[in-house]
């Protein structure tokens, strides 16, 4: 089985700074993409930033500037570093990647069980 394990998400007052981290473990051959998305209470879920396996990334406007994305292949783990936090920041974070798994036939997209992160005002 392939999964994806989330962790570093707390609580922090507004201003501050967590770094999640996602790892993949299990009969992985490849990695393409890597995701972080979240979801606050009663909210949708909404994309936040993109990793490629070559290291372009993308983020979505409102963390522009505060988050980076990261990622260590021989590790296979995706990292997001949230500096100035605000409370809106406040949600269920989720990693995404597209995962080739041992004699699969086409990558698929896995998703991790998510991580809590609160900012306090």
């Known amino acids: 089985q392939v999964q994806l394990v989330e962790s570093g998400g707390g609580l922090v007052q507004a201003g501050g700074s967590l770094r999640l981290s996602c790892a993949a473990s299990g009969s992985i051959v490849s990695i393409n993409a890597m995701g972080w998305y979240r979801q606050a209470p009663g909210k949708q879920r909404e994309w936040v930033a993109t990793?490629?396996?070559?290291?372009?990334?993308n983020y979505a406007d409102s963390v522009k500037g505060r988050f980076t994305i990261s990622r260590d292949n021989a590790k296979n783990t995706v990292y997001l570093q949230m500096n100035s936090l605000k409370p809106e920041d406040t949600a269920d974070y989720y990693c995404?990647?597209?995962?080739?798994?041992?004699?699969?036939?086409?990558?698929?997209?896995?998703w991790g069980q998510g991580t809590q992160v609160t900012v306090s005002s």
């Open positions: 995404n990647a597209d995962i080739l798994a041992f004699s699969a036939v086409r990558l698929y997209d896995y």
């Open positions: 990793i490629t396996n070559s290291g372009r990334t």
